[in-house]
């Protein structure tokens, strides 16, 4: 049996009540939780009063409703409880909270590296990844309690979301290591810009293509060499300053020409799409209509999962657990940051987390900085897990990983097309000796009907789903952002999916295969915004971009840049008052108010407009302090005495 989305129906039997469901992270798992096939409280109208907690983004209860299937009765309930800030130092941040928030963690330092100034996030980064991360928390609290794990009620955070997109930025700015990445040139990175009027985005896997690729365009030996590091690195640094002369060689040559050279040096190139450029496309593959996810306003889960044909072997009881995972083992073959942030979570739940790497280590296991003996980056996704090296490209590997696969509950991997079925370990040759197997593939372009090319990378997926444009308003240019947020919302799916595999299993006694991709992470965090763009039904965004004012952004102040949230004119009236301003006409208001909170630091500023109830917060301008924070320190861990990195984002409690 299905659910009309045809996925399993994980949840049947239990019922969601939400409240503060008009807040984006409820929304989210709340939908996720009816996907799976919980049902909606009746007679709930779908715009409650949220009467909740101004410290809460809001709260979930799953409760059974009656016996399911076999007449089994349904898992126990569990409640969610989501916080806007640090649930151990709770705050009111209920207004404007996702600006506040991706001030206070260091989001909009990190967005606005290559401009040398923080930077809003138009995207509701970290309020989409919460939605995913509660989700977790509940198919995690539901799989411990069905193995005998006490566990009433899961919590987490907003602002704990936000600092997983921050994981290795975290970890590298607080390792004792001072290695700096010298940049190569004074012109900005990725995108580049055609003959003919086009933005494009660049990937290379090796650096032969990379050169290969520019000297096709004439640029001058040397120059390629001299920019490889900076452009390889931007992924762990957030910034790319590249030499004028690749920029100047691309100007030099149409879209088709670039693609030309791209596909003759195995380079991977995207043009940077527009809302109605990817709305186009999906209409195409529909046949002319709108998917109804969108035309319909009608949500669906960003992952799939089939399950296998036969059931394992009944379990013996098992004695009373830790974790909601403890016991189970997980085998990881992933390389980046997708598939290793994945199996990083699933760690944190308790799981005993195998990851197989070839010989000699991942290449990340000891590149700079370094934070004690490992990589600093490396440490922030691959801590806790069993590191073995096995060369499967040889018989005897083979036989070992099949051998590990065999006595595991998940294997994660993040292959490209066509390499599990041609290594044979695809998921009807694994399961048919390990029925039970959860068997989870973290791809790039997941499902997508043509792929714009082979190689899928964080970049190159944002700028074909027009990333861009929902992170940027109108008066500024619609390029991806250097934060990796399609790599860590992959992760986080790939996680989500797992979980419900692992739940499917509990309650019918057959592993899955579970697919989730990059792709599919893009456009999690775009889905209601191309809802209200379909529906003509948008709020302060014109054609998916946000519409901000001067009091939107970051605001510099004598010393350090401020944000306050003000949504209305009589916010703003009231925080022209603190500023001891007078009436102003109406039109320059927000100008004379930047210009006031020029006059003071923004240390100052924030207790005066608090105490004024204006929310406001100082934007983090590093990350090296986030330790430091009451706000924010108990939400982090320190490893090995050597980095700081974000603890597991969920707490558990009978």
């Known amino acids: 049996m299905l659910t009309r989305d045809g996925v399993p129906p ?49 709260k979930l209860a799953l409760r059974p409703t009656c016996a399911v299937g076999d007449g089994s009765p349904a898992t126990g309930g569990i409640d969610c409880t989501i916080h806007w800030g640090n649930p151990s130092r709770p705050e009111p941040l209920a207004q404007g909270a996702e600006i506040l928030i991706q001030a206070l963690s260091g989001l909009m330092a990190v ?29 995690a609290a539901l799989i411990g309690m069905s193995r005998g794990y006490q566990v009433q009620r899961v919590e987490t955070s907003v602002l704990h979301s936000s600092l997983l997109f921050l994981c290795h930025h975290l970890a590298m700015a607080t390792c004792a290591d001072e290695f700096s990445f010298l940049s190569s040139g004074a012109a900005a990175g990725p995108p580049f810009r055609t003959a003919d009027g086009h933005w494009v985005e660049l990937e290379a896997l090796t650096f032969d293509a990379w050169n290969a690729f520019w000297r096709h365009l004439k640029v001058e030996q040397g120059i390629p060499e001299e920019a ?63 998917p109804r996810e969108y035309s319909e306003m009608r949500p669906v889960l960003p992952w799939t999962i089939c399950p296998s044909e036969t059931k394992r072997e009944p379990q013996p009881g098992r004695p ?50 370094l934070a004690g003996s490992y990589g600093a980056a490396y440490l922030a ?6 590191i073995v090296e096995i060369d499967y490209k040889r018989p005897e590997g083979l036989a070992q990983i099949a051998d590990l696969v065999g006595q595991a509950d998940v294997f994660l991997h993040n292959w490209g097309p066509g390499r599990a079925e041609a290594l044979g370990l695809d998921f009807p040759n694994l399961a048919r000796t390990n029925p039970g197997l959860v068997y989870a593939h973290a791809s ?51 996680c989500e999916g797992i979980l419900a595999g692992l739940y499917l299993r509990e309650r019918t006694g057959k592993g899955s295969r579970v697919d989730t991709s990059l792709f599919a992470g893009a456009l999690v965090h775009q889905a209601h915004i191309l809802r209200a763009i379909a529906s003509r039904q948008e709020t302060s965004r014109r054609l998916g971009r946000p519409e901000w004012g001067l009091l939107d952004r970051p605001i510099e102040t004598a010393d350090g840049f401020l944000i306050v949230a003000v949504d209305n004119e009589q916010a703003r009236r009231r925080l022209a008052a603190t500023c001891g301003l007078g009436a102003s006409r109406e039109d320059a208001l927000e100008q004379i108010i930047t210009e006031r909170l020029r006059s003071r630091p923004a240390d100052e500023w924030e207790p005066l407009l608090l105490k004024a109830g204006i929310p406001a917060a100082v934007v983090r301008s590093d990350l090296v302090s986030l330790p430091h924070d009451p706000r924010v320190s108990s939400l982090l861990e320190r490893v090995n005495s050597a980095c700081w990195v974000p603890a597991a984002p969920w707490q558990f409690k009978t």
């Open 10 to 58: 994980l949840l049947e039997g239990l019922m969601v009540t939400a409240r503060g469901s008009t807040q984006l992270p409820i929304a989210i798992c709340a939908e996720h939780l009816i996907l799976l096939g919980a049902r909606r409280e009746a007679g709930r109208p779908g715009r409650e009063k949220n009467d909740v907690d101004p410290h809460e983004v809001g």
């Open 111 to 139: 967005h606005g590296r290559d401009q040398r100034t923080p930077r809003r996030l138009g995207l509701e980064l970290a309020s989409v990844a919460t939605g995913i991360i509660a989700t977790q928390g509940v198919l």
């Open 228 to 290: 490889w590091s900076d452009y390889v690195y931007r992924y762990l640094t957030a910034s790319c300053s590249l030499p004028a002369a690749l920029h100047e060689a691309t100007v030099r040559h149409t879209l088709e020409e670039m693609r030309c050279a791209a596909a003759t040096c195995r380079m991977a190139l995207c043009c940077v799409r527009t809302y109605r450029e990817l709305l186009a496309e999906l209409r195409e593959e529909e046949g002319g209509a709108l």
């Open 320 to 369: 009373f657990i830790g974790a909601p995972l403890a016991g189970l083992r997980v085998v990881e073959i992933t390389s980046r940051l997708q598939g290793p942030l994945a199996g990083l979570l699933l760690w944190q739940l308790g799981a005993d987390v195998i990851k197989v790497e070839p010989p000699g280590g991942d290449m990340g296991r000891y590149g700079p900085p």
């Open 381 to 386: 996704y691959n801590r806790g897990k069993r």
């Open 444 to 494: 790039g372009w997941g499902r997508t009907a043509n792929p714009p090319t082979p190689i899928a990378g964080d970049y190159l997926i944002q700028a074909y789903a027009a990333c861009g444009e929902g992170l940027n308003p109108a008066d500024e240019s619609p390029f991806p952002s250097r934060l990796t947020l399609v790599d860590v919302t992959g992760g986080l799916l790939a």
